[in-house]
C-alpha cells in the first residue's frame, strides 16, 4: 500500500475543535482510506474518530502531518485536497 503524506496548518481561529473534527472524520470514513494525523515529532492517530483527532489539540498555526494509505494516488490526492479545505492550507 502506497503511503501519501502531506502537512497541514490549521488556520481556524478557534483550532481544531468539534465542527472541523467532525467535517475531517466525515471525509475520511467516507473515503474509506486509512488516514493518519498528528504533529510530525509525535504519534500519529487514526483521523476516522473525531475524539482522537480533538484530543490532538491542535491550535490555528499548528502544522499536522497527514499520512494517507492508498494504492490509488488520485484518490489520496483528492482526500489531502479535501481535508485541506477543511483545516486550513498545506505545505
Same mark, same amino acid.
Given at each position: 500500500?502506497?503511503?501519501?503524506?502531506?502537512?497541514?496548518?490549521?488556520?481556524?481561529?478557534?483550532?481544531?475543535?468539534?465542527?472541523?473534527?467532525? =467535517? !475531517?472524520?466525515?471525509?475520511?470514513? /467516507? &473515503?474509506?482510506? +486509512?488516514?493518519?494525523?498528528?504533529? @510530525?515529532?509525535?504519534?500519529?492517530?487514526?483521523?476516522?474518530?473525531?475524539?482522537?483527532?480533538?484530543?490532538?489539540?491542535?491550535?490555528?498555526?499548528?502544522?499536522? =502531518? !497527514?499520512?494517507?494509505?492508498?494504492? /490509488? &494516488?488520485?484518490? +489520496?490526492?483528492?482526500?489531502?485536497? @479535501?481535508?485541506?479545505?477543511?483545516?486550513?492550507?498545506?505545505?
Amino acid at each position: 500500500m502506497a503511503l501519501h503524506r502531506a502537512i497541514v496548518r490549521v488556520l481556524d481561529p478557534i483550532g481544531l475543535h468539534a465542527r472541523p473534527a467532525g =467535517q !475531517l472524520v466525515k471525509l475520511v470514513n /467516507d &473515503s474509506g482510506l +486509512a488516514v493518519r494525523i498528528g504533529r @510530525a515529532d509525535d504519534e500519529l492517530v487514526p483521523a476516522n474518530s473525531p475524539l482522537r483527532v480533538m484530543a490532538l489539540k491542535a491550535k490555528s498555526g499548528d502544522e499536522l =502531518q !497527514l499520512e494517507v494509505e492508498s494504492e /490509488d &494516488s488520485e484518490k +489520496a490526492k483528492s482526500l489531502i485536497a @479535501a481535508i485541506v479545505q477543511v483545516l486550513g492550507a498545506s505545505k
